[in-house]
């Protein structure tokens, strides 16, 4: 069996940097990609938990006109619906805001 002249290694080397090249870019692909995906899940869930922050801080306003024009019925609704949105939307914030919101809202 004779050896593989030095031509012959030379492209054998060629060929696997070539692989690697592949598998590297790949790889940084693959990391980047899911990285800029999660990146965008996490601003979507930001942005929906600061809507639903600012939405749940509009009903004490909505309460005290409703019991202003006697709507004692509706008040409830909304006391209701007070009672159990007011703390999820603290805690979404809590979870998925920003240092500096979360140190403000504290």
Do not use: C
Not at 36 to 55: C, G, T
Not at 60 to 89: M, S
Request: glycine share 6%.
């Amino acid at each position: 069996m004779t050896e593989p002249s030095s031509n012959g290694k030379i492209k054998i080397q060629v060929a696997m940097i070539g692989v690697l090249g592949v598998v590297v870019g790949a790889l940084l692909t693959y990391y980047f990609t899911s990285r800029q995906q999660r990146n965008a899940l996490m601003e979507e869930a930001q942005r929906e938990a600061y809507v639903h922050f600012l939405i749940v801080r509009e009903l004490p306003f909505q309460i005290e006109d409703a019991k202003n024009r006697g709507d004692t019925l509706l008040a409830r609704t909304l006391e209701d619906k007070w009672n159990l949105e007011g703390a999820q939307a603290v805690n979404r914030i809590a979870i998925y805001g920003t240092k500096e919101v979360v140190s403000d809202l504290a």
